[in-house]
């Protein structure tokens, strides 16, 4: 007996194994893993109403319009095989303890309240408008009309489950009506990030058809921004004017991210649609860029200001890395990276933008000694030298986690260690203000050199009586706080989220979730929403606060909090590119 059971024991194993095996398998090639991301899917993407696919036609068809400046060829998407595979992102984690996933759970948990709050009091006061007023309960539109807040966080929802939330706002993205616009002047940066990035992202991750021909819709509408006797983009596009086919004319002068902000977005549609056009048309003006980067005065860089009516983006002498130029580099690895490395012009021009960048990037002296770096921006001498403003923009922290994707991408070391120290230098900036926010723009002392840098009070102290701008109450290093405010910004914590899925250790998330925190509470208002806040370099029971919530309040802000606590499975930077609005556009 005791052998036939043995037998009989043994027959089942093999049975169970098999079985284990074959669910595996199944998973694997149905696409039925128990991944968090595949689960989310199945909740998010199952059973979708019909009511939801069908398309309300616009007041005006853009794709109609006849250009008086047609592009002639088309320059198509690149395929093939790239040079070589892209690397790994993302690090390669390990399952956590149950205490640890509980932690982080809860700290998810806590993220996603604080968005269904905002979210909530978006649909009470401002449905259908560009952004809620949240200490008033009213709303402004400031982005042609077109429901900003509503678009910028429809991937949002669906990233945290939130499906009958997310059925409701695509069920309202149909009444969206690009045909009309409530100014006579469309913001085509504005435009591009939050409303054509908002609308692809959501379809890469939910596959609503509605979404996809929304986005068309309104890429037409962008196209027109090409219309131009030399098939550079304007800034702004005459909405009326754009309707004729006439053409438009090119501003004279425009800051660099303007322009150079489309790329992804544009990229993206063609992949979408099998239409060459928008990657055409962005690819002219990379072309511009990348014949002129090793031409300016600090070469690497481009100028903050550029001037497509004459295709001129070598001649100014002011460069920064915050507002005004930031992602234009920032869409440089992306680019790479959502092209699957088969245009090697961008692997060359993020290249020679690290390399430049590192001119602008100094080491601060700060009573501790920590050795972090921060961006800058400065000036081109008549002698030829760089002269540093020692200024530091809360824009400017995106540049952590754009430095850590780029040396991952290009298999460069030395920029993922970069991108790390300007992480926890942005990290710094908030954890030394009593309030736990980082002020919009601040200024500090620059240290001789990266590797010799030594807090020097006399040196401090000097450097500090040549600033107006400087108060006694300022943390020590710190010069200046020249904007006080904390306007809701993503910045910081999209670079602690990257540091945290490249690197995989978990201080970033403990980083993280320290300034959650701080501005959970900081910016809470009497009705239990969150706006900006007028000064943060103060500490008080109640902040001086203003009536406006930014809509990457909710499309990018509590968005990259979500995802650092989320399973890193959850939008892999190995499978997803984030454009500068934290909208994921799939690189498969």
Not at 485 to 504: D, K, N, Q
Request: proline share 5%; glycine share 8%.
């Amino acid at each position: 007996m005791g052998h036939r059971s043995r037998k009989h024991r043994d027959t089942l194993i093999l049975i169970f194994g098999a079985l284990a095996i074959w669910w595996s398998l199944s998973a694997i090639f149905n696409g039925t893993s128990n991944s968090e991301f595949t689960r989310l899917q199945r909740h998010m993407n199952n059973k979708i109403q019909t009511s939801s696919q069908v398309v309300k036609t616009g007041s005006f068809d853009w794709s109609s319009v006849r250009f008086r400046y047609a592009p002639g060829s088309l320059t198509p998407l690149p395929t093939g095989e790239p040079l070589r595979p892209l690397p790994a992102v993302q690090a390669k984690f390990q399952s956590e303890g149950s205490l640890k996933s509980k932690l982080r759970e809860e700290r998810r948990r806590k993220v996603r309240e604080i968005f269904m709050g905002d979210w909530g009091a978006y649909k009470k006061y401002a449905w259908m408008k560009d952004a809620l007023k949240p200490l008033s309960g009213g709303f402004q539109d400031q982005f042609s009309g077109w429901a900003a807040t509503l678009v910028d966080s429809l991937d949002t929802l669906w990233m945290m489950g939130l499906r009958e939330e997310f059925d409701e706002a695509v069920d309202a993205v149909v009444q969206i009506d690009f045909g009309k616009s409530s100014s006579g002047r469309v913001n085509t940066f504005e435009t591009n990030i939050r409303y054509l990035g908002g609308l692809m992202a959501a379809y890469d991750l939910s596959k609503r058809e509605v979404l996809l021909a929304k986005a068309v819709e309104l890429g037409d509408l962008l196209y027109g921004a090409f219309n131009t006797e030399n098939h550079m983009p304007v800034d702004f596009i005459d909405f009326e004017a754009a309707k004729t086919g006439k053409g438009l004319i090119v501003e004279g002068s425009v800051v660099s991210a303007s322009p150079g902000t489309i790329s992804l977005e544009f990229t993206r549609l063609s992949q979408l649609t099998g239409n060459p056009k928008y990657y055409d048309a962005i690819a002219r003006v990379m072309d511009v860029f990348y014949e002129g980067q090793n031409q300016t005065k600090l070469p690497g860089l481009w100028p903050m200001m550029v001037s497509m009516s004459r295709k001129d983006v070598v001649s100014g002498n002011q460069f920064t890395l915050a507002g005004c130029a930031d992602s234009l580099y920032e869409y440089l690895p992306k680019a790479y990276a959502l092209l699957g490395g088969r245009e090697p012009k961008y692997a060359v021009m993020s290249k020679g933008f690290m390399e430049g960048a590192k001119t602008l990037l100094f080491r601060p002296m700060i009573p501790g000694n920590e050795d972090i770096l921060m961006p800058s921006s400065g000036w081109v001498g008549e002698d030829g030298n760089v002269y540093l403003d020692e200024e530091v923009e809360h824009l400017g922290c995106f540049l952590g986690g754009t430095y850590a994707l780029g040396g991952k991408l290009l298999n460069n070391k030395e920029y993922v260690d970069i991108g790390a120290k300007i992480t926890l230098g942005c990290v710094y900036g908030y954890q030394n203000f009593p309030t736990g926010m980082m002020p919009e723009r601040i200024n500090m002392v620059a240290c001789k050199a990266w590797d010799d840098c030594e807090w020097d009070p006399q040196l401090f102290d000097k450097e500090k009586e040549k600033r107006p701008e400087y108060k006694k109450h300022l943390p020590l290093g710190f010069t200046t706080a020249k904007d006080p405010r904390y306007i809701l910004r993503p910045e910081a914590i999209e670079s602690v989220f990257i540091m945290y899925r490249i690197t995989g250790n978990p201080v970033w998330q403990d980083l993280g979730w320290e300034m959650f925190t701080a501005i959970a509470n900081g910016t809470k208002t009497e009705r239990g929403t969150h706006a900006a806040v007028e000064d943060v370099t103060r500490a008080g029971e109640s902040l001086p606060q203003s009536d406006y919530m930014e809509s990457f309040w909710l499309a990018e802000t509590l968005k990259y909090f979500y995802l650092l606590f989320c399973p890193p499975d959850v939008v892999s930077l190995d499978e997803y590119v984030l454009n500068t609005e934290a909208h994921p556009f799939s690189r498969s």
